[in-house]
């Protein structure tokens, strides 16, 4: 009597509800992506403040100039790589 309430437990069946694997890897995904995004954004804030405060240092300036546009970069590769995310999680769930 004991031992068929195990073997019922024991066979339990498959979480119908979970999400699929493609599924959460495209979560993690997205998620590193605003994280990069999140980080570009307070760079080129950063950034602009070491802009205000710089006086007539021109090698300064141009280090500044050059964390701004990388910052500006950063800010476009992780939006376009959300929507590439997106497009993708659209295009392999059909």
Do not use: W
């Not at 509800?17 to 080129?44: E, K």
């Amino acid at each position: 009597m004991f031992t068929f309430s195990i073997i019922n437990v024991a066979q339990a069946g498959v979480i119908s509800d979970a999400p699929s694997i493609s599924t959460v890897g495209m979560n993690v995904l997205f998620f590193l992506l605003s994280v990069v995004g999140i980080i570009a954004i307070i760079a080129l804030v950063l950034s602009g403040i070491l802009y205000l405060t710089v006086q007539d240092d021109k090698k300064r300036m141009q280090g500044v100039k050059r964390a701004i546009t990388y910052s500006i970069l950063g800010i476009i590769l992780a939006m376009g790589g959300m929507v590439l995310i997106k497009l993708m999680g659209q295009f392999f769930a059909n």
